[in-house]
């Protein structure tokens, strides 16, 4: 579904992504994992065509992001750190102005809007002011707007910090329920959040790919942390440099 290959950003002269390949496939629940800094939002938002690539291609069920962009954003619903939430409006009418843009029908808005609103948990608040929603139930409205047109891949960009641990429980909680028909990509530099929800794992350090597997291959006979601290050495031991500005 997802097809990442020798994928680059530079800005001027410092390199934020070098030479990044992986893969996720239908229904896969990919953990993006690295220490802040490390390339991870550069190559979200180069997936979601948000920002261009130096060079490389992506390819989302078999679009590409930078040649067929329209197609592309039909079929991913994006989720960035801080979620771009207008707060004069309702949970309501901020979700049907969203639909709009996504290009939901007309007539198919209410559904999608009933459909998004119970998935997401907003059904209690859906006339509430989205400024006066907790971080909780904004991230859960951010996860809405992602779902709004009922794309086959979701971009999660670390859904669940600044929340308290009941918020990210039920956060983990739907984002794998939400994986059950849907590719995702988790991007994230908690451990366990990896170790909850995925089922395939990328590391991704300095900017570079350092690791590619299976979480049950990965973890077979010793921890993710145990995983996460040997890869991200082994980088450092070899010579990275900084990933760049922005990551």
């Known amino acids: 579904m997802i097809e990442v290959a020798n994928l680059s950003k530079r800005y001027g ?3 934020a992504v070098r030479d990044v390949s992986f893969t996720a496939t239908d229904g896969q629940i990919l953990g993006f994992l690295g220490p802040n800094g490390a390339g991870k939002t550069t190559t979200m938002r180069i997936i ?3 920002m261009p690539a130096t060079s490389g291609t992506v390819r989302v069920d078999g679009f590409d992001v930078f040649e067929q962009s329209t197609e592309v954003r039909r079929r ?10 207008y707060n004069d409006m309702s949970v309501a009418g901020f ?7 996504k290009g939901v029908a007309r007539s198919e808005i209410a559904t999608a809007l009933d459909r998004v609103l119970e998935t997401c948990g907003l059904t209690g608040v859906r006339e509430r002011l989205l400024g006066h929603l907790s971080k909780g139930f904004r991230q859960r409205v951010g996860l809405a707007q992602a779902l709004i047109h009922d794309p086959p891949v979701l971009v999660l960009d670390e859904p669940t910090i ?3 641990p009941r918020q990210i429980i039920d956060i983990r909680t ?18 366990p959040e990896v170790s909850q929800v995925c089922d395939k794992v990328v590391i991704i350090n300095d900017g570079r790919i350092v690791v590619e597997d299976q979480l049950a ?24 440099h900084g990933a760049g500005p922005e990551a």
């Open 13 to 15: 002269d410092l390199p």
């Open 162 to 164: 600044g929340l308290d």
């Open 48 to 50: 979601t065509g948000f």
């Open 217 to 240: 291959n990965l973890t077979r006979g010793r921890s993710l942390e145990e995983v996460f601290i040997a890869a991200i050495g082994r980088e450092a031991h070899d010579g990275g």
């Open 95 to 101: 979700l049907r102005f969203v639909a709009r843009l």
């Open 76 to 85: 991913i619903g994006y989720l960035p750190e801080n979620p771009p939430l």
């Open 174 to 191: 739907l984002i794998k329920t939400l994986g059950a028909k849907r590719t995702v990509v988790l991007s994230t530099h908690i451990l």
